[in-house]
């Protein structure tokens, strides 16, 4: 088994804070030392509570959600002896109120590969994408529908 840790951090301040009029910023620091500004998406709560610039929970959850799949699918790719010179993935998520819950409902993923020589044909593009998919630890661990649609 492994385990994985995150340290998040936040401070009051000067804030009276029983007003909810505090600021939402906080750091989030993980195992290898990098620090993360975070905060509240301005979505959720309004400025200037929330730090627009600063990543909010619900967008690294996108980014983990395409992060671990493009692992898999570079991973695989390797494997099958096809060279990507670049992938980049412009992931969107949805979050709702059902019946009473908000939740990120869905995640779409935009994957852009580029690839070394002749590209793969469709099929095997897609083969590989659904693998990556079943193959993500982030993905398994959640009741959010994760898509990947191909240009």
């Not at 301005?42 to 493009?70: F, G, I, K, R």
């Amino acid at each position: 088994m492994s385990a994985f840790t995150a340290e998040v951090t936040w401070e009051r301040g000067d804030a009276r804070f029983t007003d909810q009029r505090y600021s939402r910023g906080h750091r989030w620091r993980f195992d290898g030392g990098q620090v993360v500004p975070a905060s509240a998406s301005p979505h959720v709560v309004p400025l200037p509570y929330s730090v627009p610039e600063n990543v909010d929970p619900e967008e690294a959850y996108v980014a983990a959600l395409s992060s671990c799949h493009m692992l898999f699918f570079l991973s695989l790719a390797a494997r099958a002896g096809i060279v990507v010179d670049r992938y980049r993935d412009r992931a969107e998520g949805a979050m709702e109120d059902t019946g009473g819950t908000t939740w990120v409902t869905r995640v779409v993923l935009h994957p852009e590969v580029s690839y070394a020589g002749a590209p793969p044909d469709r099929a095997t593009e897609e083969d590989l994408h659904r693998r990556a998919h079943a193959m993500c630890f982030i993905a398994n661990s959640v009741k959010t529908v994760v898509e990947t649609r191909l240009g």
